[in-house]
């Protein structure tokens, strides 16, 4: 990567002139003894300006990126998402919308035009009678590897997302939400032809292209803000295909994420650290950090003790009570948002005993929520009443609720004729022990109280990821990672709930209903909001009574940084943009 280690190479550079005190002192040769008179003239040296030292930020996570190709299986894993959206770059991104009362920056969420502002398109319009985009692109923009950014890269990215040819299709999956015209299901008819890309996406010229719609739909541009509509660096993408791999997954996943974004990969140890230095190039300007170290740091205990002693800046997903013990102290700034993060228990519908809605409605009174509020999050959450985030658009609390109510669970589980064999497997993130180890404690507990014998199963961030969104087999799970990027209630219906035949992509449970998948192709392009929220409030209480998710908890988000950084700013895939950031 040219770019790349020119980076490298110059940040060396401005290391050793910043010589520390191991250097050894100058040695000068003693001059030549003079008398007064003869002494010679001098004058005085120029003074010089010490270049300044390069900027560097640690920060913490339980995990780094295990992968970075946005159709690979790593997609669904929050750290590596984070790497993703720090290298790459968008044609359309929203606004801001100033800061909340604790000093986190918000965005101008929406669907019309004023809501966005753009990046790798400097201007685009819309023309209703044949429903094209115009993108006008903006010039001069240089990647990481040196290549120039134009229209060849947007097609290329397009062309690669409807190939469907990645373990977990998301790009197409993104590029069928918005209604792009040829992104439908029949991409997995195995007709070749259906994924190409044909003439719904065009090169008008070397900044110019137009997208056409199948039909007008208001989520358009919000997906295209979404992490797996980021913009390729083709050249270098197409350098590293291979006749196996003509998409460069491989290289993607494993090597690199070429893009025009404001960071370039300087160093990637699997499993240890992620290590990203600033694009010179990025067409927004240089970022105000030089360089970002993350690192994974698996106890979260030793996250608080790096953010305490000062070996980290950034900490993110401490336990709620170690963020409360941080209150008070002027060198950590502890802040949040109430954005969209969760707490959910998944049932497999395709593997027994879940198969069965009493047993899931048995679970779902089995569980006492104010416990696992109380204990697991400090009281920093409140009871979660809907798969959508309540926060968002066509959101809508479903009359179907489940309380604590252990009688009730037993009865249900009598009703299944459920009988314990002692094969339930609870499944969580382990290397988030520290938040979920509790509470999957309490629901163990909860459920042997009603007859239910359940065993824990932590497994790595990177196998939880790939039986979650690939492979779609775990039994029974306990999740925090999941939320809907797109802040829509339309999208986390069609991302989640709808079935894999009707077009939805991270169906967890394998949930299919007819009535569902009926609904959702009625109201996804329907233009009257009232009749469209009517329809999601009628899919959201089919949701409930199917407990097609266990909601537990909604929860804030929340980071312990230096108070010496200012600009952090919440994005609804809850990843830090680095380029937000400032110190000083």
């Known amino acids: 990567m040219r770019k790349a280690l020119a980076l490298l190479v110059g940040f060396a550079l401005l290391v050793a002139a910043c010589g520390g005190d191991d250097e050894p002192a100058a040695t000068t040769a003693p001059a030549p003894e003079t008398t007064a008179a003869a002494a010679p003239e001098t004058t005085a040296a120029p003074a010089t300006t010490a270049a300044p030292e390069p900027v560097q930020l640690t920060v913490l996570a339980e995990d780094i990126p295990s992968g970075l190709d946005y159709d690979g299986p790593s997609a669904a894993i929050p750290t590596s998402q984070t790497g993703m959206v720090n290298l790459q770059e968008y044609l359309v991104y929203y606004k801001s919308a100033g800061a909340n009362s604790e000093g986190v920056g918000l965005l101008d969420f929406g669907f019309a035009d004023e809501h966005f502002e753009g990046r790798l398109a400097e201007s685009w319009s819309f023309d209703e009678a044949s429903l094209t985009w115009t993108f006008n692109l903006r010039e001069g923009v240089v990647g990481c590897n040196g290549a120039t950014f134009n229209a060849d890269d947007v097609l290329y990215t397009f062309a690669r997302a409807k190939s469907v040819s990645g373990a977990a299709p998301i790009g197409w999956f993104l590029s069928n939400v918005g209604s792009i015209d040829g992104f439908t299901v029949d991409v997995f008819s195995g007709d070749p032809a259906t994924q190409e890309l044909g003439d719904t996406i065009t090169r008008v010229d070397d900044y110019t292209v137009n997208i056409r719609q199948a039909a007008p739909n208001k989520l358009f541009l919000p997906v295209l803000t979404i992490f797996g509509l ?40 699997k499993d240890s650290q992620f290590v990203v230095v600033a694009n010179p190039d990025y067409y927004r300007g240089a970022p105000a950090i030089d360089r970002i170290v993350y690192r994974k740091v698996p106890e979260t205990s030793n996250r608080l003790g790096a953010i305490l002693s000062g070996d980290a800046q950034l900490v993110e997903r401490l336990t709620p009570r170690e963020f409360d013990s941080l209150a008070g102290n002027a060198d950590v700034t502890v802040a949040g948002v109430q954005g969209n993060d969760n707490l959910f228990v998944h049932m497999n519908f395709s593997t027994p005993p879940f198969d069965n809605l009493a047993v899931r409605k048995a679970v779902a009174h089995a569980i006492n929520y104010d416990e696992i509020i109380r204990v697991g999050y400090f009281g920093n959450a409140t009871k979660w009443e809907g798969q959508i985030p309540s926060s968002y658009p066509g959101y809508s609390r479903s009359d179907i609720q489940y309380d604590y109510d252990p009688d009730r669970a037993q009865e249900l589980l009598a009703e299944a004729g459920y009988s314990d064999d002692g094969s339930i497997l609870l499944s969580y993130v382990a290397e988030k022990e520290a938040i979920l180890g509790p509470i999957a404690t309490l629901i163990q507990a909860d459920l042997a109280a009603v007859g239910m014998n359940v065993q824990l199963d932590p497994l790595p961030q990177t196998q939880y990821g790939d039986r979650q969104l690939v492979k779609k087999d775990l039994q029974f799970a306990l999740n925090d990672q999941e939320k809907p990027i797109g802040v829509d209630a339309g999208y986390a219906t069609l991302l989640f709930f709808v079935s894999t035949e009707a077009g939805g992509l991270n169906n967890m449970v394998n949930f299919t209903s007819p009535e569902v998948d009926g609904l959702f192709g009625q109201l996804v392009n329907e233009a009257d909001e009232a009749a469209r929220n009517a329809m999601l409030a009628e899919v959201q209480d089919i949701l409930a009574d199917q407990v097609t998710w266990l909601p537990v908890v909604e929860r804030t988000t929340q980071w312990a940084f230096s108070s010496s950084i200012s600009g952090l700013v919440w994005h609804p895939d809850n990843s830090v943009r680095w380029y937000d950031l400032s110190v000083g």
């Open 230 to 269: 980021g913009i390729f660096d083709k050249e270098t993408m197409e350098a590293n295909a291979t006749d196996e791999d003509p998409w460069s997954h491989d290289y993607a996943n494993n090597v690199d994420l070429p893009s025009f974004g404001p960071y370039c990969l300087e160093n990637w140890e």
